[in-house]
């Protein structure tokens, strides 16, 4: 089509699109051209702003690398991960999920760590923190033998590999559910952080005056045949920051208590007080078990 008016061009290319041999590939192409284009125009984007949006486009990228994820960061700024999370699980976005977002800093190949044992693998100053999750399905009953990866910043807000204070794959341990779907770890009770701020995403928060935190969380991500492998976080339900989490992620099924006792643990009197414990439900899905990409290394 030689186009004659603005408005041909966007008929021009639903044409090209619609001749996608990919059903759900021309499905998506379609309505990303729809929107896309509604958009330009809604917004009247100038050359500027296109010339400029482009490049902030080519430096996400160039920020990408095997320890930072500048587009997970941007997605999960923007609410499109909690989104994304929220419409494709818990009956298609109807019910209450316990998925939540993998975040940038999950890793493969976590050392395996028996039920009850620490995942302290180097000095982490820190209250001490003793953690119980119970998988179970949709009707309840308890999801024996899966394996689930648990990881969470340190008390200071730092991943292990933001730190080189801390040995590699420290607050990181993989577990396998027993016959009740239960794991049990011990830890250190993890900070809220700032996300990295020193990118795009940094610069539109700035632009926004929003602060960078999220709110204190474990990781958790359980795979078992069967089932929709299971991605989640469990926030600390008195986080100061819990409902403006800078990444949109906070829902009521994946808030819980991380309850302070001031007495003496029931199992080890040596535990220096205070210490925390987290018990927590977590539901997973039917489905098909598949591994996320790692979004680092």
Do not use: S, T, Y
């Given at each position: 089509m030689i186009i004659e008016r603005q408005e041909q061009v966007t008929e021009a290319v639903l044409e090209v699109?619609?001749?996608t041999r990919d059903p759900r590939l021309r499905e998506i192409m379609v309505s990303l051209v729809t929107h896309l284009h509604s958009?330009?125009?809604?917004?009247r984007l100038t050359e500027e702003e296109f010339r400029k949006a482009t490049?902030?486009?080519?430096?996400?990228?160039?920020l990408t690398s095997d320890t930072h994820n500048e587009a997970v960061l941007m997605a999960g700024s923007l609410g499109v991960s909690s989104l994304v999370c929220l419409l494709n699980n818990g009956n298609d976005g109807t019910t209450e999920t316990t998925q939540n977002l993998l975040g940038p800093f999950w890793r493969l190949n976590s050392p395996r760590v028996e039920d009850g044992g620490s995942i302290l693998r180097s000095g982490t100053p820190g209250d001490p923190m003793f953690v119980t999750f119970t998988l179970v399905d949709r009707a309840g009953q308890p999801v024996a033998g899966a394996e689930v990866d648990i990881w969470h910043s340190s008390p200071t807000g730092l991943y292990e590999n933001q730190d080189?204070?801390?040995?590699?794959?420290?607050?990181?341990?993989?577990?396998?559910t027993d016959p009740d779907g239960r794991i049990r770890f011990r830890s250190v009770r993890p900070a809220g952080y700032p996300i990295p701020t020193d990118g795009v995403v940094g610069r539109l928060l700035a632009a926004q005056d929003r602060h960078p935190y999220r709110p204190a969380h474990v990781h958790c991500l359980a795979f078992?045949?069967?089932f929709k492998t299971l991605i989640t976080q469990i926030y600390a339900d008195d986080d100061p920051r819990l409902e403006s989490d800078v990444q949109f992620g906070v829902t009521r099924a994946t808030t819980s208590h991380f309850a302070r006792h001031d007495e003496p643990h029931p199992d080890d009197p040596a535990i220096v007080c205070p210490w925390y414990s987290l018990d927590h439900t977590l539901v997973m899905e039917p489905g098909v078990a598949t591994l996320p990409q790692p979004p680092i290394r």
């Open positions: 699109m619609r001749q958009f330009i125009r809604e917004a490049a902030i486009l080519n430096e996400i990228g160039k080189p204070e801390q040995a590699d794959m420290n607050l990181r341990g993989k577990f396998i078992k045949q069967g």
